[in-house]
């Protein structure tokens, strides 16, 4: 609900359309990327998630922030997004489990959000018109001066978003599966030892790695297929992340060095676009992308079907991945894109959504399972 205290805010895309309300969070001026995300919860995982990065999310759910924020459900270490837009903000949280509210959470991060808009409209809109660079601003301002500002603001496309969110240096990471009364549990003993390629690597992924008896070793981006050689691993991960997969050529040069010496590969996301272009295929952007925790996806092999979590607007081709030696094992339902692959030769496989995905849905977790049955099976040969 909105007050006579609250701050004006509007919301301007490219395309001239505006949206006048509220500002939440940090006062100021925000630009990105404007995508709608269909997700009833996991706003906060939504907000730490890297490859968020650049973008302006749109909670399409009409209340958000009712049980506030918590130091155990985060993605990565800060919230990623350029902006965050809702149709009403709670100040309250009412959970057990909260450490803060949801406004002072962004107003401490400097995230600017707006909320009081007609957010079905919005993403009505963007669903017709596609995904638009916007601007945030509060304050009373010049609904047409910011329009312009969006106008000039830069889009995804051939950007490099992933130099931002990658690690500084190699870590080793530790940390196991969330379960209620216990908190993150122990790892459990490491059989294999598989190195992450960190191009904004959810902490979800890296637990459910530990959790399959695999010692994690992250890498920066721009490690070399030479430095990754001297780690001496069982099995490489390519992580999601922000931007443009043609953005990221050193990281898919390591790539291609990498999985042509036969290195078991598992990809998820911007994951699995890297390890399409290493290998010839070609990928494209998406009208407005996946973004939410209610895709369903059929596997092809099995016929059944997973509802999924996504979030990507960018997509490999399918028929540029076949003639680089990949079949498609599994398709979107919604609009028939390719959401998972597996190399005909190598052992490499690959999903575009997020199995791991916290607080859900589970339906995918299988998917960790396969790439330890595929280090099994490249230890036994």
Known sequence: ?????????TLALEDGMCFQGYGFGRQGETSGEVVFQTALSGYQEVLTDPSYLG???VMT????GNYGVNRDDV???????????????????????ASGELHRYLDEAGIVG????????????????????????????????????AKASPGLVGRDLVKEVTCPAPYAWGESVWRLGEGHTAAPPARFHVVAYDSGIKRNILRQLTAEGCRVTVVPAFTSADEVRQLAPDG?????????????????????????ERLPTFGICLGQQIVALALGARTFKLPFGHHGANHPVKDRETGRVEITSQNHGFAVDPE???????????????????EGMRHRTLPVFSVQYHPE????????????RRFVELLTQSRGR
């Not at 902006?83 to 959970?95: H, I, K, L, N």
């Not at 540029?320 to 390719?338: I, K, R």
Request: net charge negative; glycine share 10%; aromatic share 6%.
């Open 357 to 368: 995905a916290a607080p859900g849905p589970h339906d995918s977790h299988y998917l960790f």
């Open 75 to 97: 993605e990565s270490a800060r919230p990623q997004v350029a902006g965050f837009v809702v149709r009403e903000a709670s100040t309250r949280a009412s959970s057990w489990r």
């Open 236 to 260: 490489l991960f390519l992580a999601n992340g922000p931007g443009d997969p043609e953005g990221v050529p050193y990281l898919i040069e390591s790539v291609r060095q990498l999985v042509g």
């Open 114 to 149: 707006i909320q009081g808009i007609d957010t079905r409209a919005l993403t009505r809109h963007l669903r017709d018109r596609g995904a638009q660079q916007g601007v945030i601003a509060t304050g009373d301002v010049d609904s047409q001066a910011v329009v312009v500002k």
């Open 55 to 57: 973008q302006i999310v």
């Open 61 to 64: 759910y009409p209340h958000i």
């Open 1 to 9: 609900m909105t007050n006579p205290e609250e701050v004006r805010a």
């Open 320 to 338: 540029s991945a076949a003639a680089a030696g990949f079949e498609v094992t599994h398709a979107n339902l919604n609009d028939g894109t390719c």
